[in-house]
Nanobody
Framework: QLQLVESGGDLVQPGGSLRLSCTASGFTLDYNIIAWFRQAPGKEREGVSC????????NYADSVKGRFTISRDNAKNTVYLQMNSLKPEDAAVYYC?????????????????WGQGTQVTVSS
């Protein structure tokens, strides 16, 4: 069964860092574009970042540029989201998903096979 599993969410103080992981089971990530999304209470889900199959191309939402870094280790079948300088507004449930297109372009509306999410809380 094709499944994505997120992990790494935690409670962190403003200015802190976390690394989220997205691991695939039932299939390999090598030939898939992967994206991270987040959803805060009362808000719509939003795209955070996307990474190409090779890892050579990445996209970031303006709100996280310069603070978040997406990467992948295909040997470990895992995609990561390194989050630095976290702000209270980064608090949300973070999800990873497969992108159905051939590039990250339009990934926000062209993704699926969501994982169960991992909670990130940013608070002092």
């Amino acid at each position: 069964q094709l499944q994505l599993v997120e992990s790494g969410g935690d409670l962190v103080q403003p200015g802190g860092s976390l690394r989220l992981s997205c691991t695939a089971s039932g299939f390999t990530l090598d030939y898939n574009i992967i994206a991270w999304f987040r959803q805060a209470p009362g808000k719509e889900r939003e795209g955070v970042s996307c990474i190409s199959m090779s890892g050579g191309r990445t996209n970031y939402a303006d709100s996280v540029k310069g603070r978040f870094t997406i990467s992948r280790d295909n040997a470990k079948n895992t995609v990561y989201l390194q989050m630095n300088s976290l702000k209270p507004e980064d608090a949300a449930v973070y999800y990873c998903a497969l992108v159905f297109g051939q590039t990250c372009s339009g990934y926000e509306t062209n993704s699926g096979y969501w994982g169960q999410g991992t909670q990130v809380t940013v608070s002092s």
